[in-house]
């Protein structure tokens, strides 16, 4: 059974910066392009990153391009969100996520129902 399990979120101040990883583990038949997502409390879930099943092509939410990086290490089944340059607003849990299969536009992208598998989530708390 394949499972995603988070870890690295912490709490910080406003302009520091933490590395997120996701370990895909359990029998896997080839890589899965996979995304990232966070929700604050009291809010919904929402779509951070994107990377296809290589890495060779990311997408990012407005919100976090330019300071986050998503990246991924497939011969460790590692996924990886750098987030620099941390906000108060980027509080919250984040969440890895396999996609079902690979995405390709603004609107399918960000859409949870094109994930298949999450995580349980690590929380990033960003004091100001």
């Known amino acids: 059974q394949v499972q995603l399990v988070e870890s690295g979120g912490g709490l910080v101040q406003a302009g520091e910066s933490l590395r997120l990883s996701c370990e895909v583990s359990?029998?896997?038949?080839?890589?899965?392009?996979m995304g990232w997502f966070r929700q604050a409390q009291g809010k919904e879930r929402e779509f951070v990153a994107y990377?296809?099943?290589?890495?060779?092509?990311?997408y990012y939410a407005d919100s976090v391009s330019g300071r986050f990086t998503i990246s991924r290490d497939n011969t460790k089944n590692l996924l990886y969100l750098q987030m620099n340059s941390l906000k108060p607003e980027d509080t919250g849990k984040y969440y890895c996520?396999?996609?079902?299969?690979?995405?390709?536009?603004?609107?399918?992208?960000?859409?949870?129902?094109?994930?298949?598998?999450w995580g349980r989530g690590t929380q990033v708390t960003v004091s100001s």
């Open positions: 996520a396999r996609a079902k299969s690979p995405l390709g536009t603004t609107e399918t992208i960000p859409d949870m129902a094109q994930y298949d598998l």
């Open positions: 359990g029998r896997t038949s080839g890589s899965y392009p």
């Open positions: 990377t296809n099943r290589i890495g060779g092509w990311t």
